[in-house]
């Protein structure tokens, strides 16, 4: 069964600490994997696209990296400031339709 | 450029009612695709449309139905409400086989009491 899992489902970290969220995801066959941000009541906003051959990939303070081999995935968030507390969401496509995570709900605190 | 439109942003309607929504893409693109979130089930796939075709359906009944006009604008309708259509309905663009990415509305916030 095609699927895209997160964890943790929610974190919450101190303003300027790192962190990393993760994605698993059995989707066949594999084209590309994605991480939105969502912010509270707004569409998902688009991170970062990874290919099969892409490793990492970064976007700022964001970093994603990719293991075909053990399709898994993961967001790393360097630095983190108030305005990143938002729910990640991991996405594949698959046979035209996209394959949704459960998100990750990050809370950054002062 | 212009984002990604839909119109209303919220709406409340009575069970049983129906409701139609509507998706303005990026001047361009072609392709757009829906969505419902609702907290217990997260983000699901409802359809998508291209050069005012259906190309791909979820698996959502039949009450909840779509189409796209020659401008790419997309409108989705949902006959015969139930309380548990209660969600944000996003609707998202893409040039074409969503390849570039997708851009995705603030969407549409459906209240069914």
């Known amino acids: 069964k095609n699927q895209v899992e997160q964890s943790p489902q929610s974190l919450i970290i101190l303003e300027g600490k790192n962190c990393t969220l993760q994605c698993n995801y059995t989707v066949s066959p594999f084209s590309n994997l994605r991480w939105y941000k969502q912010d509270t009541g707004r569409g998902p906003v688009s991170l970062t696209i990874?290919?099969?051959?892409?490793n990492t990939k970064s976007n700022g303070r964001y970093t994603a990296t990719l293991d075909a081999d053990t399709k898994q995935s993961s967001l790393h968030i360097t630095a983190s400031q108030l305005s990143d507390s938002a729910s990640y969401i991991c996405?594949?496509?698959?046979?035209?339709?996209?394959?949704f995570g459960q998100g990750t709900e990050l809370s950054v605190k002062p | 450029k212009a984002g990604v439109t839909q119109t209303p942003r919220y709406l409340i309607k009575t069970r049983g009612q129906q409701v139609t929504l509507s998706c303005s893409p990026i001047s361009g693109h072609r392709s757009v695709s829906w969505y419902q979130q609702t907290p217990g089930q997260g983000l699901q796939f409802l359809f998508e449309?291209?050069?005012?075709?259906?190309?791909n359906k979820g698996n959502f009944p039949g009450r909840f139905s779509g189409r796209q006009f020659s401008n790419s604008r997309s409108e989705m309708n949902v006959s015969t409400l139930e309380l548990g259509d209660s969600a944000l309905y996003l609707c998202?663009?893409?040039?074409?086989?969503?390849?570039?990415?997708?851009?995705f509305g603030s969407g549409t916030r459906l209240t069914v009491v």
């Open positions: 998202a663009s893409s040039l074409a086989d969503g390849g570039d990415g997708y851009t």
């Open positions: 996405v594949a496509p698959q046979g035209g339709k996209l394959i």
């Open positions: 449309y291209f050069s005012e075709t259906q190309r």
């Open positions: 990874m290919t099969f051959s892409e």
